[in-house]
């Protein structure tokens, strides 16, 4: 079964700074999906990494994906409070289980002027 | 990107009577997914809503609480049975793109009194 991790749960940063989300999983995946969730809202995507190395990056959020050390992280770069939201990282269970998720516990993200 | 519907956007029912939720994706999607987020909480996978067979279930869920239906490629309903005060929680659809990523729904905020 395939368990994921994030940490921090909690994440209080001050604007302008650098901060990163970590997600590990126990099993192997090849995909790996982050999202964005604001208070009272759906998901909204932010990234799916479909391979080991995959980086992508969009504005000041960056991820990258390492199947081999079944890590992902979501970087930060010089946080602005439009990025307050809670962030999930959801592996992919593959194989038969075609499209599958399995969601982190997330992490609320705070940003304070 | 996909576009996924559900209706209703939120309900408040007594306990022992039933909810269906409606969920309408677009004709791209291939794959289509319940989830339930209870408060505070995390996405955890009710079922994936097959067509015209019967959904496949998580662990912890079975079919005579959730009933899923799914008549066609871009329209599933999901029932939540003899609703108790446990079963308030938000209710999302999902819809997976092959080779993109995974859709969700506004979701419904159902409340059982």
């Known amino acids: 079964e395939l368990k994921v991790e994030q940490n921090p749960l909690f994440l209080s940063m001050q604007e302008g700074k650098n901060y990163t989300i970590y997600c590990n999983y126990s099993t192997t995946s090849d995909r790996l999906y982050w999202y964005r969730q604001d208070p009272g809202k759906s998901l909204e995507s932010l990234f799916v990494?479909?391979?080991?190395?995959a980086v992508k990056q969009e504005g000041r959020l960056m991820a990258s994906l390492d199947t081999k050390a079944r890590l992902s992280t979501l970087h930060i770069t010089a946080a602005v409070h439009d990025l307050s939201a809670t962030y999930f990282c959801?592996?992919?269970?593959?194989?038969?289980?075609?499209?599958?998720?399995?969601f982190g516990q997330g992490t609320i993200l705070t940003v304070h002027p | 990107s996909a576009v996924i519907s559900q209706k209703p956007s939120r309900d408040i029912c007594q306990r022992g009577t039933s909810l269906t939720i409606q969920c309408q994706v677009d004709s791209q999607v291939t794959m289509m997914f319940w989830y339930r987020q209870q408060p505070g909480q995390s996405l955890t996978l009710i079922a994936t809503?097959?067509?015209?067979?019967?959904?496949?279930?998580e662990s912890g869920f079975v079919i005579d609480k959730f009933p899923i239906s799914r008549p066609n490629l871009t329209f599933s309903t999901l029932t939540v049975s003899n609703l108790s005060p446990e079963d308030s929680s938000i209710y999302l659809c999902?819809?997976?793109?092959?080779?993109?990523?995974?859709?969700f729904g506004p979701g419904t905020r159902l409340l059982v009194l």
């Open positions: 809503a097959n067509q015209g067979s019967e959904a496949t279930y």
């Open positions: 990494l479909l391979s080991n190395g």
């Open positions: 959801a592996p992919y269970a593959g194989g038969t289980s075609y499209g599958k998720l399995t």
């Open positions: 999902s819809g997976d793109r092959v080779g993109q990523t995974q859709y």
